[in-house]
T-cell receptor
Framework: EDQVTQSPEALRLQEGESSSLNCSYT??????LFWYRQDPGKGPEFLFT???AGEEKEKERLKATLTKKESFLHITAPKPEDSATYLC??????????????FGTGTLLAVQP | DTAVSQTPKYLVTQMGNDKSIKCEQN?????MYWYKQDSKKFLKIMFS???????INETVPNRFSPKSPDKAHLNLHINSLELGDSAVYFC????????????FGSGTRLTVV
């Protein structure tokens, strides 16, 4: 069964304290892995897509990496504005063309000044 | 210039009532979705439409009936609302073959009292 698991559920960091979020997946035929950021009262906002093991993507203080079984979202010297829920998801093809996303349960990140 | 827009943003209603949520996208995507996010922030797909055709129906009670009048619109009608239907409902759209095009609306918070 296709499954995505994220850890930790919640993470509290001091401003400037680097850390990593984990997303492990069990999917037959991975067709990419997505990272999203979700702020309270808003929809998920796209951050990165990773397609193959060894791939890395960076955006400001965030770097996403991918292995054959998991992905990491590294946060370097975070700021309070990085506080949000971070979601990872994998697309699953159904109906020949349409993709649905299987989401993890998310990591709620709080960065304190 | 909102890409995926949903109305209303908040919906409070009594048990047993019937309500609808509307969604429109101006991205030219050919596929639209409804996702449900529960109180633990877990996002799960409900329905998917590709070019007005229902592709995915993820064992959702038949009290939920999606309707897609055209490629740019996907509405969700819910009959006989129950307490357990309280959640945030997200509309999304994407273009087949371009998984990274997945875009979410800002959500509709439904509260059934």
């Amino acid at each position: 069964e296709d499954q995505v698991t994220q850890s930790p559920e919640a993470l509290r960091l001091q401003e400037g304290e680097s850390s990593s979020l984990n997303c492990s997946y069990t999917v037959s035929g991975l067709r990419g892995l997505f990272w999203y950021r979700q702020d309270p009262g808003k929809g998920p906002e796209f951050l990165f897509t990773l397609y193959s093991a060894g791939e890395e993507k960076e955006k400001e203080r965030l770097k996403a990496t991918l292995t054959k079984k998991e992905s990491f979202l590294h946060i370097t010297a975070p700021k309070p504005e990085d506080s949000a829920t971070y979601l990872c998801a994998v697309p699953i093809r159904r109906g020949g063309a349409t993709n649905k996303l299987i989401f993890g349960t998310g990591t709620l990140l709080a960065v304190q000044p | 210039d909102t890409a995926v827009s949903q109305t209303p943003k908040y919906l409070v209603t009594q048990m047993g009532n019937d309500k609808s949520i509307k969604c429109e996208q101006n991205l030219g995507h050919d596929t639209m979705y409804w996702y449900k996010q529960d109180s633990k922030k877990f996002l799960k797909i409900m329905f998917s439409y590709n070019n007005k055709e229902l592709i995915i129906n993820e064992t959702v009670p038949n009290r939920f009936s999606p309707k897609s009048p055209d490629k740019a619109h996907l509405n969700l009608h819910i009959n006989s609302l129950e307490l357990g239907d309280s959640a945030v409902y997200f509309c999304a759209s994407s273009q087949v073959g371009r998984e990274q095009s997945y875009t979410f609306g800002s959500g509709t918070r439904l509260t059934v009292v």
